[in-house]
């Protein structure tokens, strides 16, 4: 089974990358001799939920603000928008993304600053930035992104942390693929209780700020893997309508570890628990953990590097919804690992 491994591989997978990205430095100064006064992302599925981290990273870090691009404007309809002052990054698993390269190829005709985000130096992708920061997550073989996403996650990480220049940054992400390490064991427990909802048919997930693109993922890995019919939701846009939707049983991941978003998100693991929806929690916070109706416990992180090890039981908990239902979950029905759109 190759997702089971390629989950497992994670942390090494960031500890390669934390002893052997040195493309990140040279990245880091051209970015900062250019001077952009934004940044916009191209990217698709998992590699999108990736994008939304970078917005956060960007923009609480940098000062930077950051949209997310929109490829048809490129491909369909032919009308780029100005992008000659920006950063523009495209992130892609494959790198094979048309529609992603048309942002880029665009935006190198306008004179902006290019950089993409891969697993593979020779892909088109790669080609056509200016800058490319590599993975180093060795061939993916499962359809489902694991490793990759969170190398895409620790690539912005540390691209963030070389531009600030901050030592407390750079000594918190050396400690990152232990942290990694410790989530993955305390992933474990979730198989006990994963029969539980092998039955479901529906699902929320619930995070803000940084972890909105945790809660992103794990919604797009439990539909891919289990064909569940998952949303993942900002917990603030959540309460403006969605929230109608939600019964008795109804069950929702809260990603909510400690940090700035922390409060919120025990409101509405509150109201929710009072609605008796089944809520499953990810936190490294023992006080909500004990109210959630399951618990799905993390190290204690940094939060800008939260959503590393959070996504790791989602992960899990997706896998183990296929294996409960005896779904192919290296090969998920209707998927290929490289999809292109144009």
Same mark, same amino acid.
């Given at each position: 089974?190759?997702?089971?491994? *390629?989950?497992?591989?994670?942390? $090494? %997978?960031?500890?390669?990358?934390?002893?052997? &990205? #040195?493309? +990140?430095? @040279?990245?880091?100064?051209?970015?900062?001799?250019?001077?952009?006064?934004?940044?916009?992302?191209?990217?698709?599925?998992?590699?999108?939920?990736?994008?939304?981290?970078?917005?956060?990273?960007?923009?609480?870090?940098?000062?930077?603000?950051?949209?997310?691009?929109?490829?048809?404007?490129?491909?369909?309809?032919?009308?780029?928008?100005?992008?000659?002052?920006?950063?523009?990054?495209?992130?892609?698993?494959?790198? *094979?993304?048309?529609?992603?390269? $048309? %942002?880029?190829?665009?935006?190198?005709?306008? &004179? #902006?600053? +290019?950089? @993409?985000?891969?697993?593979?130096?020779?892909?088109?992708?790669?080609?056509?930035?200016?800058?490319?920061?590599?993975?180093?997550?060795?061939?993916?073989?499962?359809?489902?992104?694991?490793?990759?996403?969170?190398?895409?996650?620790?690539?912005?990480?540390?691209?963030?942390?070389?531009?600030?220049?901050?030592?407390?940054?750079?000594?918190?992400?050396?400690?990152?693929?232990?942290?990694?390490?410790?989530?993955?064991?305390?992933?474990?427990?979730?198989? $006990?209780?994963?029969?539980?909802?092998?039955?479901?048919?529906?699902?929320?997930?619930?995070?803000?700020?940084?972890?909105?693109?945790?809660?992103?993922?794990?919604?797009?890995?439990?539909?891919?893997?289990?064909?569940?019919?998952?949303?993942?939701?900002?917990?603030?846009?959540?309460?403006?309508?969605?929230?109608a939707a939600i019964d008795c049983g109804?069950?929702?991941?809260?990603?909510?570890?400690?940090?700035?978003?922390?409060?919120?998100?025990?409101?509405?693991?509150?109201?929710?628990?009072?609605?008796?929806?089944?809520?499953?929690?990810?936190?490294?916070?023992?006080?909500?953990?004990?109210?959630?109706?399951?618990?799905?416990?993390?190290?204690?992180?940094?939060?800008?590097?939260?959503?590393?090890?959070?996504?790791?039981?989602?992960q899990i908990f997706a896998l183990q919804?296929?294996?409960?239902?005896?779904?192919?979950?290296?090969?998920?029905?209707?998927?290929?690992?490289?999809?292109?759109?144009?």
């Amino acid at each position: 089974m190759h997702l089971q491994a *390629e989950i497992a591989q994670q942390p $090494a %997978v960031i500890e390669r990358l934390l002893s052997e &990205g #040195a493309a +990140t430095a @040279a990245a880091a100064k051209a970015i900062a001799d250019f001077n952009p006064v934004f940044a916009c992302i191209a990217a698709r599925g998992t590699s999108n939920n990736a994008a939304h981290y970078a917005q956060y990273m960007f923009g609480g870090m940098l000062g930077t603000p950051v949209m997310l691009a929109t490829p048809s404007l490129h491909t369909v309809y032919g009308t780029a928008p100005d992008l000659s002052r920006a950063l523009v990054i495209g992130i892609s698993q494959s790198g *094979e993304a048309e529609d992603v390269r $048309a %942002v880029l190829r665009d935006a190198n005709q306008q &004179g #902006a600053l +290019t950089l @993409a985000i891969t697993n593979f130096e020779d892909s088109p992708l790669a080609q056509t930035a200016k800058y490319h920061l590599p993975l180093l997550a060795e061939r993916e073989l499962s359809v489902a992104a694991t490793k990759t996403y969170t190398a895409q996650l620790t690539v912005i990480a540390m691209l963030t942390s070389a531009l600030t220049g901050s030592e407390v940054m750079r000594k918190e992400l050396s400690a990152l693929p232990k942290l990694a390490a410790q989530a993955l064991s305390l992933c474990e427990e979730i198989t $006990a209780w994963a029969q539980r909802y092998r039955t479901i048919n529906r699902l929320v997930t619930l995070g803000r700020g940084l972890n909105y693109a945790t809660a992103r993922e794990v919604s797009l890995k439990v539909k891919e893997l289990s064909y569940i019919a998952s949303e993942g939701y900002s917990e603030a846009n959540f309460r403006h309508g969605p929230i109608a939707a939600i019964d008795c049983g109804h069950p929702v991941i809260l990603v909510a570890p400690q940090g700035k978003t922390l409060a919120g998100m025990v409101d509405m693991c509150q109201r929710l628990n009072e609605m008796r929806a089944e809520t499953l929690i990810i936190s490294n916070n023992s006080d909500l953990l004990g109210q959630g109706t399951q618990a799905m416990t993390i190290p204690a992180t940094p939060e800008w590097l939260s959503p590393i090890p959070a996504v790791m039981p989602g992960q899990i908990f997706a896998l183990q919804q296929a294996l409960a239902r005896g779904y192919e979950v290296d090969n998920p029905r209707g998927l290929s690992k490289v999809t292109i759109t144009e």
